[in-house]
């Protein structure tokens, strides 16, 4: 009916500004399909994205770590600022840094064996984390140059020397446990055999000795590690340094030291990060090794936490110090980031 219309008035399909060309509806000129076909091309393009392509592989995990973890981390926050203790249900009506306080007041307070546990695990948290860390990499370094030296079975040393990294930190405790037994113990034995048998101890029941028989063993261990670590950056260094330095007429004590050594920052802070946490995560070997109460002289605030969360039920102060120790892992690992990110290396 239309076109016989057009027809009688001379007008011709093709020019009727109302009719729909193409993508042009007939009520103006606004386009549909046009516009249609455009956002289906846009997401489309969306679709075939990198970022589209690579939602599947991390996505998921994403979603379970904020979950698991940063969630986990934020409600036990918030359970640290409660007064949450028994097996009731805990109750947000009020929050208060109460537990924070209590802590720090135990630290200030301590200084004494019958002070205040919360000095004395503070206390010793710190000392593990230098002295073992500072051990660890001095031994891991002398191990490195002396492996880097061309000498025979490299390999087969090196092997033995990474091995109790290995181990976890349950079979070292047991371990060790049976080397410091005063009576059958392998180092009292072989004091006694040597003549020493003056120089026996109590290692892991006197106060003096504990905690130093705990980092000594957690060196043994992770020392393997700080060796790979130094072995390659030893490696990196160019062999035309050593030979300018023997041509310079250093000796090499004076080599190592002046000229090896400071280029090896990298390979110790790296090394230094790794060893601090693993210092931070000697709860296990604590455990095994003591129990839940290994004494003031070897106590540290990952098993004060464990005792006030499953011992006392005291699940709010257990809290607090959960974060203290997360705040410790935070000050070690975020300078190193922080360090790698400006390096442009992260």
């Keep these: ?31 549909s399909d046009a ?8 997401f489309r393009r969306l679709l075939d994205s990198e970022f ?38 805990p109750t ?6 109460e537990m924070y306080t209590r802590f720090f007041e135990g630290v200030f307070a301590g200084g004494l064996l019958s002070g205040p546990q919360e000095y004395w695990a503070l206390r010793n948290t710190f000392v593990l984390l230098v002295v073992f860390t500072v051990a660890a990499l001095a031994v891991g370094l002398l191990l490195a ?45 072989g004091l006694r055999t040597i ?12 106060p003096q000795f504990k ?26 260094i160019p062999s035309d340094q050593y030979e300018a330095a023997k041509v310079d007429g250093a000796g090499l004590l004076k080599m190592y030291w002046r000229i090896i050594v400071p280029q090896l920052r990298a390979s110790t802070t790296s090394a230094a990060v790794v060893l601090m946490v693993f210092a931070l995560k000697a709860f296990d070997f604590l ?20 005792r006030e969360s499953f011992g006392t039920t005291n699940w709010a102060y257990g809290s607090a110090i959960a974060m203290i120790l997360f705040a410790l892992a935070l000050g070690v690992i975020a300078p190193y980031l922080y360090l790698q990110f400006k390096r442009g290396e992260l």
């Design 1 to 31: 009916m239309r076109s016989r219309i057009l027809q009688s008035l001379g007008v011709t399909e093709e020019d009727d500004p109302g009719e729909t060309r193409g993508d042009v509806r007939t009520d103006g000129g606004t386009t």
């Design 35 to 42: 516009a249609t076909t455009g956002e289906s091309s846009q």
């Design 52 to 89: 589209a392509q690579s939602l599947p592989f991390w996505l998921p995990a994403t979603l379970l770590v904020g979950l698991f973890v940063y969630g986990a981390i934020g409600w036990n926050f918030l359970i640290s600022l409660t007064d949450w203790r028994g097996l009731r249900q």
């Design 92 to 97: 947000y009506e009020s929050f208060d840094f």
């Design 145 to 189: 140059i002396l492996v880097d030296r061309d000498i025979r079975f490299e390999n087969t040393f090196r092997t033995i020397y990474l091995l109790p990294m290995s181990l976890s930190f349950v079979v070292t405790a047991i371990f060790w446990a049976w080397m410091y037994n005063p009576q059958s113990g392998l180092i009292n034995q």
């Design 195 to 206: 003549g020493l048998g003056s120089l026996t101890q109590q290692w892991i029941s006197d």
């Design 211 to 236: 905690l130093f028989a705990v980092m000594f063993a957690l060196v043994w261990q992770f020392s393997g590690y700080a060796m790979v670590v130094y072995l390659a950056g030893l490696r990196a």
């Design 287 to 306: 455990y095994v090794m003591f129990g839940t109460r290994p004494g003031p002289s070897a106590d540290i605030l990952a098993m004060m936490m464990y």
